[in-house]
């Protein structure tokens, strides 16, 4: 055999796992001035597409567990971005929404990308081919509306 198939340089799994660590230490000092960290930058972005949310509906969008967004929620509500609501006529159910200052970021993070872009040296086209190559791996979106 030519290549070795257990070459860790031969993983996509090592590959994949580099190259996340490296994007979100690009977006640290892009992020930085805004004062999210890359996961809050996350539920931020789910948010500016659509708001409220309940919690559960958040996780799914962004492939986390409640358990492990809760905090992240928690500290966006701290820095004045969300507040967190339970349904008066479910209040098994947590909706987070956005505040005045969580919809005022939204112009600001808009740079994001193409600092971003600046940082890699990548295009809008670049990056679509990308992120459409890995979506195999991404699993499936949150298309439904919150109920």
């Given at each position: 055999m030519a290549d070795d198939l257990l070459k860790l340089d031969n993983q996509v799994c090592?590959?994949?796992v580099t190259a996340a660590r490296n994007v979100v230490g690009i977006y640290r000092?892009?992020?930085a001035p805004l004062g999210l960290t890359h996961p809050q930058y996350l539920v931020m972005l789910a948010?500016?597409?659509r708001a409220p949310r309940s919690l559960s509906h958040l996780a799914t969008a962004l492939a986390m567990e409640p358990a492990t967004l809760s905090p992240l929620v928690k500290r966006l509500e701290t820095q004045g971005l969300v507040d967190r609501m339970r349904r008066p006529e479910d209040e098994r159910v947590l909706d987070i929404?956005?505040?005045d200052a969580g919809r005022e970021l939204r112009a600001r993070a808009e740079r994001v990308p193409e600092q971003i872009m600046a940082l890699t040296g990548m295009t809008v086209a670049d990056l679509e081919a990308l992120r459409d190559a890995l979506a195999p791996f991404a699993g499936p979106r949150d298309s439904a509306r919150d109920q």
């Amino acid at each position: 055999m030519a290549d070795d198939l257990l070459k860790l340089d031969n993983q996509v799994c090592f590959s994949l796992v580099t190259a996340a660590r490296n994007v979100v230490g690009i977006y640290r000092p892009v992020l930085a001035p805004l004062g999210l960290t890359h996961p809050q930058y996350l539920v931020m972005l789910a948010l500016w597409e659509r708001a409220p949310r309940s919690l559960s509906h958040l996780a799914t969008a962004l492939a986390m567990e409640p358990a492990t967004l809760s905090p992240l929620v928690k500290r966006l509500e701290t820095q004045g971005l969300v507040d967190r609501m339970r349904r008066p006529e479910d209040e098994r159910v947590l909706d987070i929404t956005l505040t005045d200052a969580g919809r005022e970021l939204r112009a600001r993070a808009e740079r994001v990308p193409e600092q971003i872009m600046a940082l890699t040296g990548m295009t809008v086209a670049d990056l679509e081919a990308l992120r459409d190559a890995l979506a195999p791996f991404a699993g499936p979106r949150d298309s439904a509306r919150d109920q």
